[in-house]
Nanobody
């Protein structure tokens, strides 16, 4: 059985940092395109970042470029999202998701062929 599980969210002050972690069971993350999708209250889901299987291609939403970094730990079978200089607009539930990672976009869906974690909430507030 396949599970993705996010951790690392929480409450942080503006300008602070968090590192989100996505752990997998039942699949090898290094063989998949993995991304982070967030959903803020009352807003649509948006792709934040992704990392492609087999090559260093990554994607970042324009508003997080230079602040967020996605990475893999193959030995730990984890994908991380390092988030720095957080602001209120980053407040959302962040999901680890499988999908199609391109340089200009991360394509994700809620189809039975994609995997989602349960989400980890990030709140940026003073």
């Amino acid at each position: 059985q396949v599970h993705l599980m996010e951790s690392g969210g929480g409450l942080v002050q503006p300008g602070g940092s968090l590192r989100l972690s996505c752990a997998a069971s039942g699949l090898t993350l290094n063989l998949l395109n993995i991304g982070w999708v967030r959903q803020a209250p009352g807003k649509e889901r948006e792709a934040v970042s992704c990392i492609k299987s087999g090559d260093p291609t990554t994607y970042y939403l324009d508003s997080v470029k230079g602040r967020f970094t996605i990475s893999r730990d193959i030995a730990q079978n984890r994908v991380y999202l390092q988030m720095n200089s957080l602001n209120a607009d980053d407040t959302a539930v962040y999901y680890c998701v499988t999908g199609d990672c391109r340089r200009d976009q991360f394509y994700f869906s809620a189809s039975p062929f994609s995997y989602w974690g349960q989400g980890t909430p990030v709140t940026v507030s003073s």
